[in-house]
T-cell receptor, first 118, second 114 residues
């Protein structure tokens, strides 16, 4: 299967700082990447859809100025949590779909980033 | 309305027994895909099995099989011969032909008892 990496795997930061999370598709091109947020024992909540070369599409209720997404290339998308606060502490997961497959196009997930804001 | 419904927040199964995790879905698209993912405590999402809406046969992948009942809009995951390593969260997901987005259910926490 295809591999998606995510970096860092965990990060602890002070309140008010910004944190950047990288998501890379290592062996395939991904025109679309997705960013999810997951609280303990809950489902994945889609935050935004990241399209290479264009602006991300944010889900309702997700602040685009707080969660900046940049899809700079076909293999890299970044999520920056700006001015992080303790309530932003969560598990952030990215995923990518291969652009050459059809409906059975599974999403390949990164290993996730655990963010803790003190 | 919820696109994906998983009504079992937690399930227990004896080691070596089979277990069925329920999933129902809601869509008006004529074509869609159904997926099951496993999420162990480490957090990574592991793809298990896929069923296309037009597939005539139920999907199988090793110990995993998908009981697809299109008329009832259900796509239950059956795990045979449960192992201790099967203890994890299990998520049902759907992708519609009209979009690239995945819709996830709320998940089922499976615990395999020795």
């Amino acid at each position: 299967g295809a591999v998606v990496s995510q970096h860092p795997s965990w990060v602890i930061c002070k309140s008010g700082t910004s944190v950047k999370i990288e998501c890379r598709s290592l062996d395939f091109q991904a025109t679309t990447m997705f960013w999810y947020r997951q609280f303990p024992k809950q489902s994945l909540m889609l935050m935004a859809t990241s399209n290479e070369g264009s602006k991300a599409t944010y889900e309702q209720g997700v602040e685009k100025d707080k969660f900046l997404i940049n899809h700079a290339s076909l293999t890299l998308s970044t999520l920056t949590v700006t001015s992080a606060h303790p309530e932003d502490s969560s598990f952030y997961i990215c995923s990518a779909s291969r652009s050459d497959r059809g409906l059975g196009n599974e999403q390949f997930f990164g290993p996730g980033t655990r963010l803790t804001v003190l | 309305a919820q696109k994906i419904t998983q009504t079992q927040p937690g399930m227990f199964v004896q080691e070596k027994e089979a277990v069925t995790l329920d999933c129902t879905y809601d869509t008006s698209d004529p074509s869609y895909g159904l997926f099951w993912y496993k999420q162990p405590s480490s957090g990574e999402m592991i793809f298990l099995i896929y069923q296309g809406s037009y597939d005539q046969q139920n999907a199988t992948e090793g110990r995993y099989s998908l009981n697809f009942q299109k008329a009832r809009k259900s796509a239950n995951l059956v795990i045979s011969a449960s192992q201790l390593g099967d203890s994890a969260m299990y998520f049902c997901a759907m992708r519609e032909v009209t979009g690239n987005q995945f819709y996830f259910g709320t998940g089922t926490s499976l615990t395999v008892i020795p």
